[in-house]
């Protein structure tokens, strides 16, 4: 019996406390709000992330994405058509993910979290869909006297997986996929990227255009005569 008073005296204790600190909370409300402002003004305090999440779901839901996607491949059209003409080998570069195929459905799933694993067995599946402007972009060239190079930050493993996913979803056909390198363990995708440019210009292409969803796509050398950076707010590979 002790013990249960003693039990019930102590919850009431801390009812209390917690109740009064609430209403001297209630009381200087307005007050402690303009000292917290004044605090996160002085120090900065970033963007809130469900307010960022938000605003890249809208980025999507409104259309915004697509037509921000539609309007760079339309300036890489204009580039490819120039050099349509050029006399010689000629290819262009693309990367994968999030360029030549759309993982926004699992990315909007996992609420922008990245887990490799998930990410792995959603590649597997192999059901993204294109993006249509790359693919329209990509069967132009392959068409038209280009050569159509991929260049993926996914592993050589993954090669059955992902060259199957590309034709799924209306890839006429490419010259090669070059693959992340098994071994691979570089800071940067732009490392390995960069390499395997250079293998293609060291068969004697001129890379006329090449596109990607990150700036590590386009870093480094050899250059392609004309670059062009898709949008993608919701991550970033260095
Ligand atoms: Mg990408």
Redesign the pocket.
């Known amino acids: 019996m002790k013990i249960r008073w003693l039990c019930r005296t102590l919850l009431m204790l801390i009812s209390v406390g917690v109740l009064g600190s609430f209403s001297d909370s209630v009381a200087q409300g307005s007050e402690k709000i303009t000292t917290s402002l004044k605090c996160a003004t002085r120090y900065q305090e970033p963007e809130n992330l469900y307010d960022f999440k938000k605003r890249v779901k809208e980025y999507q839901d409104n259309g915004s994405w697509d037509k921000t996607n539609a309007c760079v491949v339309q300036e890489a059209f204009k580039a490819l058509k120039k050099y349509e003409s050029m006399p010689g080998k000629k290819a262009i570069v693309s990367?994968?993910?999030?360029?030549a195929l759309n993982n926004r459905p699992i990315i909007f799933k996992q609420d922008f979290g990245y887990v490799r694993d998930i990410y792995r067995d959603w590649e597997i599946l192999g059901q993204s869909i294109a993006i249509e402007p790359v693919r329209a972009l990509c069967n132009y060239a392959f068409t038209h006297g280009f050569a159509v190079f991929f260049i993926t930050g996914r592993r050589e493993d993954q090669r059955t997986t992902t060259e199957n996913n590309l034709r799924r979803a209306g890839y006429l056909g490419w010259t090669h996929v070059y693959f992340k390198p098994m071994d691979f363990e570089g800071s940067s995708a732009a490392e390995f990227k960069r390499k395997w440019r250079q293998e293609i210009v060291d068969q004697g292409y001129t890379i006329v255009v090449n596109i990607?969803?990150?700036k590590s796509?386009l870093e480094g050398e050899p250059q392609a005569l004309s670059n062009f950076k898709l949008s993608n707010p919701a991550y970033l590979i260095p």
């Open positions: 990367d994968i993910d999030d360029t990607g969803d990150q796509d």
